[in-house]
């Protein structure tokens, strides 16, 4: 239930109503709030010079002029916002839109200036100007007017923020930052004292031959966006039994398609089914909560871009390998999580599937490398991040991994790179890789 209830609030903070549509009503409770003050305050004079003091008609006209000077301009922030994303979109790939969309700047400033048009709407409705029933909510009116004041000041950082957030070295710092989150909450700190997960745990995998197992089809289709666990867990150990995953998070699936297998195939039926079922999250396209080749993917799409005939932007492309290798170096000191799930006696009862440290890899350079195997400039940082995560305290195969690529990317340049200087220079830099590698001291 966790989960899903993530999903919802990540689909919450992603949605351009969510945040405007909570300030729109608090706006509301503030008009109601104010008028009541107002007619408690009716027969008190408040002094200040601060304070509205003019009459009916006047607070009429600064209501007015206030609440259509505010759907006027959240209109305008409105198109801006599209131009932005439209430009995200061609430029850096539909599927950083997501990005800008979650911005919480973008939703809160369409907020406030919705919600000042309504609170100034609102307490329009009360003024009378009726002689013997003349009520001027004075406090209101003023409240009204240092909302606009305070807009005023939010469009001009709006203006600032949009100019930012559309450089491409904004969008890939950001891209990073995300990346890391997801490997943080993904990958476990060395030495953290997890039990249950622990891949030290004493347990005995059960054999998953097929004839000792019973497939789980996907009752739903689409991508997988997250997976209930402790839940899964749960039914595992209410039926004494194991539950092996056969998708991860990220991965697509058809409608009847193995989703899991149950051992032993005696425990299996439509309430199992349909509660293992349920501890699946699925959506129309990726997300990084739970699936770390998503948050790759989004900056190898900008490299894959910027290399691409009609961009021919290198210096992007670049930029996205030094972010790659920092996020790499993050991962390199963290452990992997345990593809075991025990329950509290030691006995395995889900069985996942984890990215290991060489799929973030093999997903982070695979195809830059294939794009980039002739341009000297790529190619060659590409071996210098390899050199440079080289000297960070590596395992033996997580080096080797990174050594596997140092020599694809030079076998790809030897025959892509016509111009034997731009070949040399290749040469030399997979020779410090080479060298890095052996004297560096795997723990």
């Known amino acids: 239930m966790k989960t899903r209830l993530l999903q919802y609030w990540e689909n919450f903070r992603s949605s351009f109503w969510f945040v405007p549509s909570i300030m729109a009503a608090a706006a509301a409770l503030l008009a109601v709030a104010g008028v009541q003050l107002d007619l408690a305050l009716e027969n008190t004079q408040v002094e200040g010079w601060w304070v509205y003091r003019g009459g009916a008609e006047g607070a009429r006209a600064v209501l007015s002029v206030v609440a259509g000077s505010m759907i006027s301009v959240a209109g305008t922030v409105f198109s801006i916002t599209i131009v932005a994303l439209t430009l995200a979109s061609t430029q850096f790939g539909p599927r950083l839109l997501r990005n800008f969309m979650r911005d919480t700047v973008n939703q809160?400033?369409?907020?406030?200036?919705?919600?000042?048009?309504?609170?100034?709407?609102?307490?329009?409705?009360?003024?009378?100007g009726i002689d013997d029933d003349q009520f001027v909510p004075h406090l209101?009116?003023?409240?009204?007017?240092?909302?606009?004041?305070?807009?005023?000041?939010?469009?001009?950082?709006?203006?600032?923020h949009t100019s930012v957030s559309i450089q491409v070295t904004h969008l890939i710092s950001e891209v990073s930052r995300e990346l890391r989150e997801t490997i943080a909450r993904l990958y476990p700190e060395r030495d953290d004292g997890r039990d249950l997960a622990s891949p030290d745990a004493q347990a005995t995998e059960p054999s998953f031959a097929e004839d000792a197992t019973a497939a789980i089809a996907a009752q739903s289709h689409g991508y997988l966006l997250a997976i209930d666990v402790e839940r899964l867990r749960r039914i595992a150990t209410d039926n004494d039994a194991t539950i092996l995953l056969g998708l991860r998070p990220g991965q697509f699936a058809l409608e009847g398609s193995p989703l899991a297998r149950l051992s032993p195939r005696e425990r299996v039926s439509e309430d199992i089914e349909r509660?293992?079922?349920?501890?699946?999250?699925?959506?129309?396209?990726?997300?990084?909560?739970q699936d770390v080749e998503c948050a790759v993917?989004?900056?190898?799409?900008?490299?894959?871009?910027?290399?691409?005939?009609?961009?021919?932007?290198p210096f992007t492309a670049i930029n996205c390998i030094d972010w790659l290798g920092d996020s790499i170096g993050f991962l390199s000191g963290r452990s992997e999580p345990s593809k075991y799930l025990n329950d509290e006696k030691g006995q395995v009862r889900v069985v996942t599937r984890p990215v290991a440290f060489g799929g973030v890899v093999d997903a982070a350079f695979n195809q830059i490398r294939q794009a980039a195997h002739s341009n000297a400039a790529v190619t060659i940082r590409l071996l210098e991040v390899i050199g440079l995560l080289l000297q960070r305290g590596l395992s033996n195969d997580r080096r080797q991994v990174l050594l596997d690529h140092a020599e694809m990317i030079w076998r790809g340049a030897q025959d892509a790179l016509p111009e034997e200087w731009d070949r040399r220079d290749v040469d030399e830099r997979c020779q410090v890789v080479q060298r890095k590698w052996s004297l560096s001291d795997g723990p």
């Open 140 to 160: 209101s009116i003023t409240l009204g007017v240092v909302l606009a004041v305070a807009s005023l000041a939010v469009l001009i950082y709006f203006i600032h």
């Open 275 to 289: 509660s293992i079922n349920q501890a699946f999250v699925w959506g129309m396209d990726r997300i990084p909560n």
């Open 108 to 128: 809160s400033v369409l907020g406030v200036f919705t919600s000042t048009f309504l609170f100034c709407l609102l307490v329009l409705r009360t003024v009378r």
């Open 297 to 313: 993917s989004q900056l190898v799409e900008i490299a894959l871009r910027a290399l691409s005939p009609g961009i021919n932007d």
